[in-house]
């Protein structure tokens, strides 16, 4: 595909380009040329209203149900909706049907994925049909294109488990996924325990359930090293412990979900179960210290934690409702309500670092790799804008700065 991108404000900090506009000319998926008004006869012109281009980002955190549950999610739309939604590659995760743990599952996943325009890499699950128990087959699974192992939105509680498995996956240069929610102090518990859950008689689950798994993890970190990312931390104390171990000189990355940088747990107040999500939406003081771990860089990247659900696990009393969102639609018009474009676009294409990806530059000879966006729009996310097959969107109604366009990435130009 030959085209020429026009009159683009160029967002890459690594490029010679940032923040200058100028035509980008493409052609068979390599930029040739960055300059003022680019002509040529046998190039399709794009241009779109305040467009803007950065790398392409990568969402670190995506289910989409398939193989197992289609009804949900399947990988064909769900990749078209992760391409519209301004993502050229997106992680996997294991919670399929059967469990994402064994090299067959990684193929089959990869297989199907062939071809489209945003790049699916598969997260292995770290243990057997991700019950804690005994180790998968992870060096197998690496082989067939898994870009790192964990149980999704499942804590190890078996310490010895997971130091073997960072010692194990040292031998091949892997990451291990360490979700950090101690079970036993959760309890039953479905919101935040504070000011708001006593108002509304739900049973709590306090900061210190992520805080005490998030520090034993550390630990075993310490003591075997090797690599470990921390997904979706919620907690001021959690992400002042990832802080002093990178100062350590840990080999940990963490990330935090949009929901918990825009929201805090006062939208509960209508006992809505969009809101309903793991780990728990927070109050205002976790909120602003997640926001601070961005600036600062303890939070490596943002992720939406893409988790499709039918109606049938949402539409139910608060305490019986599924936790989980939508959110590869909604992320970017909700994280530029909070922070500076560029941040957004660091804290989103940052994973790709963290998974051994290539983030390509925005240059003459680099590979086209790109997210097309406006900053300047302002909207509400209505049950228009959601383009996956579950409705399950925590940000439904909210406002929302900045649109996608769409990208181009292999080749392929996907426009919303």
Not at 185 to 195: A, L, M, P, Q, R
Not at 235 to 246: C, H, M, S, Y
Not at 279 to 287: N, S, V, W
Request: include cysteine; aromatic fraction near 6%.
């Amino acid at each position: 595909m030959n085209i020429i991108l026009k009159k683009a404000t160029i967002i890459d900090s690594e490029s010679p380009f940032h923040l200058q506009i100028a035509d980008v000319q493409i052609q068979d998926n390599q930029i040739i040329a960055i300059d003022k008004n680019i002509t040529a006869s046998d190039f399709t012109e794009i241009e779109l209203e305040n467009l803007h281009l950065s790398p392409g980002w990568m969402d670190s955190s995506v289910s989409l149900g398939e193989p197992g549950y289609e009804e949900r999610e399947t990988l064909q739309h769900g990749i078209s909706v992760a391409a519209k939604s301004g993502f050229t590659h997106i992680a996997l995760q294991p919670n399929t049907n059967p469990v994402t743990d064994s090299q067959s599952i990684v193929s089959f996943i990869k297989q199907k994925a062939v071809g489209a325009a945003t790049t699916v890499y598969p997260i292995g699950a770290l243990t057997k049909k991700a019950e804690g128990l005994d180790m998968a087959e992870l060096f197998d699974m690496q082989n067939a294109g898994a870009v790192a192992f964990g149980d999704y939105n499942k804590s190890q509680k078996n310490s010895n488990l997971l130091k073997i498995a960072l010692q194990y996956a040292q031998d091949f240069d892997a990451l291990i996924i360490a979700y950090s929610q101690d079970q036993d102090i959760k309890g039953n518990g479905v919101v935040h325990e504070g000011d708001v859950s006593i108002q509304l008689g739900l049973k709590g689950i306090p900061a210190l359930a992520e805080e005490l798994q998030i520090a034993r993890n550390l630990y075993i970190l310490e003591y075997t090293g090797g690599k470990m990312h921390i997904p979706t931390v919620s907690t001021k104390n959690g992400v002042q412990l990832i802080r002093e171990a990178k100062a350590k000189g840990l080999k940990v990355t963490c990330s935090a979900t949009a929901h918990h940088l825009v929201l805090n747990d006062e939208v509960l107040k209508g006992f809505d179960t969009l809101y309903k999500v793991t780990p728990p939406l927070r109050d205002e003081t976790h909120r602003k210290a997640l926001l601070e771990a961005v600036i600062d860089g303890t939070i490596d990247c943002i992720t939406s934690d893409h988790n499709p659900l039918d109606i049938e696990h949402k539409k139910l009393e608060f305490d019986n409702a599924s936790n989980g969102s939508i959110g590869l639609e909604s992320i970017f018009g909700a994280l530029m309500t909070v922070l500076p474009l560029a941040v957004v676009v660091q804290k989103l294409t940052a994973a790709k670092n963290i998974f051994k990806i290539p983030n390509n530059r925005i240059a003459v000879g680099e590979t086209a790799c790109l997210t097309l966006f406006t900053p300047s729009e302002t909207h509400t996310f209505s049950a228009e804008s959601i383009l996956s097959k579950s409705k399950n969107a925590i940000f439904l109604n909210q406002p929302m700065q900045g649109r996608v366009y769409g990208i181009y990435n292999q080749n392929q130009l996907i426009l919303k």
